[in-house]
Nanobody
Framework: QLVESGGGLVQAGGSLRLSCAAS????????MGWFRQGPGKEREFVAA????????KYAYSVKGRFTISRDNAKNTTDLQMNSLKPEDTAVYYC???????????????????WGQGTPVTVSP
């Protein structure tokens, strides 16, 4: 089970930190990712981190502004979002790769475990 928290309303230029708490499965040995789905848009990749935390990948639109991290001892994966823009408005989803001990992927099809999402709204 994956549960996201930390979403909310923020002004452009502000920051938010999303957190994903995992329980019930071996998430500490899975690549974890964040995806988002804006109004009327497809769900898109935002960031991913390997099971060991030694590598990360970001969508071009968030690179340099967002940082993904994980704490396997606490079974959490966070997304620090800085310099937020109105176009970052979306529901943000935490996801876990269906496989274990794999490298990074931004392919949504590889992620088999999903949270319910947390909404983020960035006002102009």
């Amino acid at each position: 089970q994956l549960v996201e928290s930390g979403g909310g309303l923020v002004q452009a230029g502000g920051s938010l930190r999303l957190s994903c708490a995992a329980s019930g499965r071996t998430f500490s040995i899975r690549t974890m990712g964040w995806f988002r789905q804006g109004p009327g848009k497809e769900r898109e990749f935002v960031a991913a981190i390997t099971w060991s935390g030694d590598d990360t990948k970001y969508a071009y639109s968030v690179k340099g502004r967002f940082t993904i991290s994980r704490d396997n001892a606490k079974n959490t994966t966070d997304l620090q979002m800085n310099s937020l823009k109105p176009e970052d408005t979306a529901v943000y989803y935490c996801a876990a790769d269906g496989r274990t001990y794999t490298r990074l992927t931004d392919d949504r099809r590889a992620y088999k475990h999903w949270g319910q999402g947390t909404p983020v709204t960035v006002s102009p």
